[in-house]
């Protein structure tokens, strides 16, 4: 299981952290991703990570603002994300998959979301 959190109202130009906290699986085995989900719009690849955290890849949009990062000893992920936009307003999801990827079908289990907003 996958538990999000950290999410929030920001302003423009303002920073979160969000979190996912693992259970029930050997954390460290698995590649994990970030994925959004904004009103109307299709769930999109964010950041992913390695089982290692060596390989690491973003979306152009976030490309130099968010960080992705694991602790596998605490079986945690997390997302830095600073100078965020209104654009970057969604629920955000933690994922957790077998293989690296960016397509939203490769990841198998899923957290709840967190949602993010971001005010202009």
């Known amino acids: 299981q996958l538990q999000a959190s950290g999410g929030g109202l920001v302003q423009a130009g303002g920073s979160l952290r969000l979190s996912c906290a693992a259970s029930g699986r050997i954390f460290s085995n698995y590649i994990m991703g970030w994925f959004r989900q904004a009103p109307g719009k299709s769930r999109e690849f964010v950041a992913g990570?390695?089982?290692?955290?060596?390989?690491?890849g973003y979306a152009d949009s976030v490309k130099g603002r968010f960080t992705i990062s694991r602790n596998n000893a605490k079986n945690t992920l997390y997302l830095q994300m600073n100078s965020l936009k209104p654009e970057d307003t969604a629920v955000y999801y933690c994922a957790a998959s077998s293989r690296y990827g960016t397509d939203a079908g490769m990841y198998d289990t899923w957290g709840q979301g967190t949602q993010v907003t971001v005010s202009s």
């Open positions: 990570i390695s089982w290692n955290g060596l390989n690491i």
